[in-house]
């Protein structure tokens, strides 16, 4: 899965996000990155504990709840609180997986990234490079979205950022344990999803809506993991 989103943040709240951060003391990123990841990762990032970001991270997520489309396509079980990264001056990410699993902050609860996101915090125009780039199944599509949207995708996909030569560029990251663990079988949910949505509003008086409604529960009780 592959997904763009566009205004998960109005123009207003990316601002308010962004001249934050524009105010925030940054920490080498290395320090977040495993052993490998630390050898082609070089960005900054806002340290986990920042209590602005923490806010941040609060406020995002709970914007996240109110977006139907991320919802339909994410079906979240679990979303790991958002981190901040910052790239200029060359900064990079080369070819990377994230980890498979996270623990939760404060506590002793896991999480298992089936989705990672990144929604951007900064315009295009503002920097240059700083391209998402997803391989794999993707075949190499670059990500360069305008504030405020986000990218959503499969978590086990090699993926890097290629290097900002001018500008900077603020974004939000996070995974999200989904309801359903395989990526095709919540594909194919999220399509079954849309063709409930297309008859709702084109025939809501057809037989065959409470049938695809019948449908999709039973493939979501079916394949979902709580």
């Known amino acids: 899965m592959l997904l763009e989103i566009p205004d998960v943040l109005s123009e207003a709240e990316w601002r308010q996000c962004r001249a934050v951060l524009e105010q925030s003391n940054w920490q080498d990123g290395r320090l977040t990155a495993g052993s490998v990841a630390q ?3 070089q960005n900054q990032q806002l340290p986990q504990d920042d209590p602005r970001g923490l806010q941040m991270g609060g406020f995002i997520v709970e914007r996240l709840a109110g977006i139907e489309r991320f919802m339909a396509a994410a079906l979240p079980l679990k979303i790991l609180p958002p981190r901040f990264n910052r790239y200029a001056g060359g900064g990079t990410y080369g070819d990377h997986i994230d ?6 902050p404060g506590n002793a609860q896991r999480i298992r990234s089936d989705l990672s996101a990144t929604l951007f915090l900064a315009e295009p125009e503002e920097y240059e490079g700083g391209e998402l780039v997803i391989g794999g199944a993707y075949a190499g599509r670059r990500v360069k979205l305008p504030a405020g949207h986000i990218v959503v995708y499969s978590a086990a996909m090699l993926h ?38 297309t ?15 019948a449908l999709y529960h039973k493939l979501l009780r079916q394949w979902s993991q709580t």
Do not use: C
């Open 160 to 197: 890097h950022v290629t290097p900002v030569t001018q500008g900077v560029r603020y974004a939000a990251f996070f995974w999200i344990q989904s309801l359903v663990r395989d990526d095709a079988q919540r594909a194919t949910l999220l399509e079954l999803d849309d063709a409930i949505q």
């Open 39 to 41: 050898q082609v990762k």
């Open 99 to 104: 980890n498979a699993i996270f623990s939760l």
């Open 199 to 213: 008859v709702g509003r084109e025939m809501a008086d057809s037989s065959a809506l409470p049938n695809l409604m």
